[in-house]
């Protein structure tokens, strides 16, 4: 035993991961200085252009300080970058012309609701779009929209680019161009501003970006040509979309997820909106050869201890992983490095969107390079698993597709288990129909299932005294326990999820002996880090919190 222990040690400490070398920027703007959001527009849409793989400059923009700045020395170990002003940028574009082939001219005042349609124009046509004083520069005017789309609304934008360009687009995006539908959710007022950071991706792919408030509110124009569009389309199945919607903020943002926009409930999203930067990291290869996780030893099922997985959720979102959870990553290794013994270093799991391999490469080879200096930090499928979605709901045709992508990313991430959301309607759905598909191959053999509203009562597929539940003989379901933090505002009937830590710490010690069981940490209600280490430190010796590798052979054992 000894020299197994010495040998998993030595392993751990030479684990490494690399992604093929990718290239600094070759052009930094300060985009945090930007006299105007026009200003801003225009420099997206030229570094959307510039980052394209058949161009031969690549772009860089600091506006999400100080992470881009952060990223910027973490993968290239550029601190002191030389700047480029925005003129220099859009000169450059111009006279690139193998890549950039005009401008849109539009009027961003009286088209601000159609900002998001043209931004796909530009990506479609190669064009850089700029507001009518800025266009002063001896370069061809592509399309005039103060002329073409005189009176448009956002859906007669919406139907032109689908009419005349959908052949052309990759999928599908939504950005808010300004509504306050958080406060007004009923026809809102366009009193905000664009944010304009994932405008640079859109522009390169030829994403067809777009916003209409009532696209998922049948009965209005606006859902049929949601539903006509989503159903007549070149893209994949289900289809990604990118940004997010968060028309109608009910019980969340109800429509966040796409799967339940419409009828045909083919869709699901990648949370990213106003994320800057990922047209120049996904100008890196793809990963797609398996990274490898830290190994752990093989543990024997004891009835008389309690075994807890802690989970950080939210890892679907492009954004936190780009900010806030690279920043708990680095607070981890701290307190890891201090005291990397047990409870100092105790095994944690991060969801994280497996969709970063394809869109920054670098960050997925931070995370887990991270992961192997702690040697105790693991990673699994976020919600719920290759996209953020409620899958249960999607046909058998478009579920036999995420099924698959979802084995894959589990392939390329070396883990067997994914976080799992589902409507509370939805679970016996889920369990009947869609939980077995993973049988068949065995890759995905956990899924930790998180209510749809987070507040409502735990999924009815289990028992009171069940904590999991075994589909098909080899596919652990976990039951829904979530820890938002301990702040619950004035939502309703959420009391079990914001409790103290001391509360938390009284659950999971008087947890009947044998319990196989976890929790799904989320920021919403403050919650940290800290809290996790006050949590752990508080827990009686027989709670003993593991990876989810090995919560799912535990449970097995135990049946």
């Not at 829904?480 to 009391?495: A, I, L, N, Q, V």
Request: proline share 7%; aromatic share 12%; charged share 15%.
């Amino acid at each position: 035993m000894i020299v197994l222990v010495f040998l998993v040690a030595l392993f751990c400490i030479q684990l490494t991961f690399t992604v093929n070398a990718s290239e600094p920027p070759q052009i930094i703007v300060d985009l945090t200085v930007s006299p105007s959001i026009q200003t801003t527009i225009a420099a997206q849409t030229c570094a959307g252009l510039l980052n394209r793989a058949r161009s031969p400059t690549s772009v860089y923009t600091l506006m999400n300080e100080p992470y881009d700045s952060q990223w910027l020395e973490d993968i290239h170990n550029i601190t002191d970058p030389k700047l480029k002003t925005v003129d220099e940028l859009i000169s450059i574009c111009f006279s690139t012309t193998s890549v950039v082939k005009g401008y849109i001219l539009y009027n961003y005042t009286i088209q601000q609701a159609l900002v998001p349609n043209l931004i796909t124009l530009s990506g479609l046509l190669d064009a850089v779009l700029l507001e009518d004083h800025f266009a002063t520069m001896d370069t061809p005017l592509l399309y005039d929209a103060n002329v073409e789309w005189v009176g448009y609304t956002a859906l007669d934008a919406s139907r032109y680019v689908y009419d005349n360009y959908v052949n052309f687009t990759s999928t599908l995006a939504f950005m808010n161009p300004g509504y306050d539908n958080a406060a007004y959710p009923r026809d809102p007022p366009l009193t905000g501003t664009l944010q304009p950071g994932l405008i640079d991706y859109i522009t390169k792919n030829r994403i067809f970006n777009f916003y209409l408030n009532d696209a998922c509110v049948k009965g209005t124009p606006e859902y049929e040509f949601m539903l006509m569009m989503t159903t007549n389309n070149p893209w994949p199945r289900p289809i990604p979309v990118y940004g997010y919607n968060d028309a109608y903020p009910i019980a969340g943002d109800i429509f966040e997820a796409e799967t339940g926009c419409t009828e045909a409930h083919n869709m699901g999203q990648i949370a990213s909106t106003n994320v800057n930067n990922l047209a120049f990291f996904s100008r890196q290869e793809t990963t797609t050869t398996p990274i490898p996780q830290n190994p752990v030893e093989k543990q024997q099922f004891n009835s008389s201890k309690t075994y807890i997985t802690l989970v950080i959720g939210d890892g679907d979102n492009i954004s936190y992983l780009k900010t806030s959870r690279k920043s708990w990553m680095q607070q981890r290794m701290s307190y890891c490095s201090a005291d990397p013994s047990y409870p100092g270093c105790f095994p944690l799991v991060w969801s994280i969107s497996p969709q970063a391999a394809h869109l920054a490469p670098d960050w997925l080879e931070w995370y887990y390079n991270a992961s192997y200096a702690t040697r105790h930090d693991f990673f699994m499928l976020p919600p719920s698993g290759d996209l953020y979605s409620y899958p249960s709901e999607m046909p058998s045709d478009v579920l036999e597709f995420y099924v698959s992508n979802t084995e894959q990313d589990c392939t390329v991430l070396s883990t067997s288990a994914t976080v799992e959301w589902e409507w509370f309607g939805h679970w016996k759905v889920a369990v009947d129909s869609y939980f077995p598909r993973y049988a068949e191959n065995n890759i995905v053999r956990g899924i930790f299932t998180v209510n749809v509203p987070f507040n409502l009562p735990t999924p009815t597929i289990f028992n009171p005294d069940e904590y999991y539940r075994i589909v098909s003989e080899s596919v652990v379901v976990f039951k829904s326990r979530e820890w938002r933090g301990t702040d619950s505002g004035d939502t309703p009937f959420s009391h079990h999820n914001f409790l103290t830590v001391e509360q938390m710490a009284s659950e999971l010690n008087h947890l009947p002996l044998g319990t196989v069981s976890w929790i799904y940490i989320t920021s919403d209600g403050g919650g940290n880090l800290d809290m996790l280490y006050d949590l752990v430190q508080i827990l009686d010796e027989h709670v003993m919190i593991v990876d989810h590798e090995t919560l799912i052979d535990l449970a097995l054992q135990r049946g």
